[in-house]
């Protein structure tokens, strides 16, 4: 009779990390799913544009100036957003919560530009077929910045509070910044269909 080899997995971790959780899964899910849907998005987008005589559709092209601002706001967030991952995956708690406060900062200063940018586009949502898919695409992408900036400023709290210095917390604050970065190469063809595709 042979002998039971018995494992002790006690000192294990409880939650696993990266690619060994299932959140990290379900977020890539999720962005595959979304990006399929901005994908439709943009494919309407020159659906109709090459149905269209002329392009806009009664308005002039969009100012630039919002959109491009907020374009290199996003680019700018790169940085910090891959050090908040960066310590997470190193669990320094003190430079993760400043890191946090950091991006909600900069996750919340896109939807004040997107005020701006909605003007900016010299046409309502339900003026004509232009005007409605370009307020769909920003639409779409300013949902997913309030989602980011949401699920940001649970996890400072959470990253504040006894629950801070949990193993858990820290593969949750990469799965979000690895769904800031998501967001960030969204918005990069949005912005090329919506400010520079009229202009052609």
Same mark, same amino acid.
């Given at each position: ?61 969009? *100012? $630039?100036?919002?959109?491009? &601002? !907020? +374009?290199? /706001? ?6 910090? =957003? ?65 989602? *980011? $900036?949401?699920?940001?400023? &649970? !996890? +400072?709290? /959470? ?6 210095? =949990? ?34």
């Amino acid at each position: 009779m042979k002998e039971r080899v018995v494992l002790d997995v006690s000192k294990l971790p409880m939650h696993g990390m990266g690619i060994a959780s299932p959140a990290w899964w379900g977020t890539c899910a999720f962005m595959l799913i979304e990006g399929s849907g901005f994908a439709l998005a943009i494919a309407i987008y020159f659906y109709l544009f090459s149905l269209a005589p002329k392009w806009p559709i009664d308005a002039p092209s969009p *100012d $630039l100036f919002a959109g491009t &601002v !907020l +374009t290199l /706001l996003l680019l700018a967030s790169i940085v910090p =957003n891959f050090l908040v991952s960066r310590w997470a995956k190193a669990r320094a708690l003190a430079k993760v919560r400043i890191g946090l406060i950091v991006m909600s900062l900069l996750e919340a200063a896109p939807l004040a530009l997107r005020i701006f940018e909605f003007p900016a586009m010299h046409v309502s949502w339900d003026e004509n077929a232009y005007g409605s898919i370009v307020w769909t695409l920003l639409g779409l992408h300013t949902a997913h910045i309030i989602t *980011d $900036l949401i699920d940001t400023l &649970v !996890l +400072t709290c /959470l990253m504040f509070s006894r629950h801070g210095d =949990n193993t858990r917390r820290y593969g949750d604050v990469e799965d979000n910044a690895l769904y800031w970065n998501f967001v960030i190469v969204a918005w990069l063809p949005l912005y090329v269909c919506i400010y520079w595709v009229p202009r052609l």
